[in-house]
């Protein structure tokens, strides 16, 4: 099967799942399409969650439909390097 998968998460989410392993590139993934929708967000974003594999967006169901929206590139399988923990993150 091939990623990104949408899937609708009732009326007013949808999940992106970006691979079926738990693996660092995949998480690398959700989290670069975590950060793209914080910077960029489309008419109707309310929230992402982020999984180790897949991203939860919640919108507007006024503002946003679950077939208008597509994936941005960051979504995309590619190499990536580490990724560096969020703002305020220690260890």
């Known amino acids: 099967m091939s990623f990104p998968r949408v899937r609708p998460v009732g009326d007013a989410a949808l999940t992106v799942e970006l691979g079926d392993a738990l693996s660092p590139a995949t998480n690398a993934r959700v989290l670069s399409l975590d950060r793209d929708l914080a910077l960029a967000p ?11 594999r897949a991203l939860l967006v919640l919108f507007d169901p006024r503002a946003a439909r ?26």
């Open 42 to 52: 489309f008419e109707g974003f309310r929230e992402a969650v982020p999984s180790h």
């Open 66 to 91: 679950f077939g208008a929206w597509r994936a941005p590139s960051s979504a995309a399988p590619r190499a990536v390097g580490p990724c560096p923990p969020p703002a305020g993150f220690t260890r």
